[in-house]
């Protein structure tokens, strides 16, 4: 009898779980970002620091002069550049979508690691 209450204890957690969880479509995890970016679209571009970053793409603090749907670059630390989409635009972030090639993938992942766990920047 115990062993069935405790099976039915654990799948009602996990059913509380997932309806927690249900609106959080990500398919990245978001980590902390302190990296300082250069988001640039037509030749305008705006430094800042994004909130976090994932593989699929970031959340970026500065407002850059694009609108949702427009093609960016991100440039990062190393001289590297991530193609980006515009998603997203609020009065406190931006949010860009990466391409997800494989080597916009790589380019992430080699950034990812070397990320601190905490960021710079007051919340």
Do not use: K, Y
């Not at 970031?58 to 550049?81: D, I, N, S």
């Not at 998603?87 to 601190?116: K, N, Y």
């Amino acid at each position: 009898m115990e062993r069935r209450r405790t099976g039915e204890a654990e799948e009602i957690e996990a059913f509380l779980v997932a309806i927690r969880n249900v609106g959080d479509r990500r398919a990245f995890e978001r980590i902390p970002c302190s990296l300082a970016v250069r988001v640039t679209v037509a030749g305008r571009g705006v430094a800042g620091l994004p909130h976090d970053i994932s593989l699929g793409g970031c959340r970026f603090g500065a407002a850059p002069p694009a609108r949702c749907g427009e093609q960016v670059t991100l440039a990062v630390p190393g001289g590297m550049t991530i193609a980006c989409r515009v998603v997203a635009v609020g009065a406190d972030a931006t949010r860009l979508q990466f391409a997800l090639d494989e080597a916009t993938l790589r380019t992430v992942r080699a950034l990812l690691p070397a990320q601190p766990t905490t960021p710079h920047w007051p919340r």
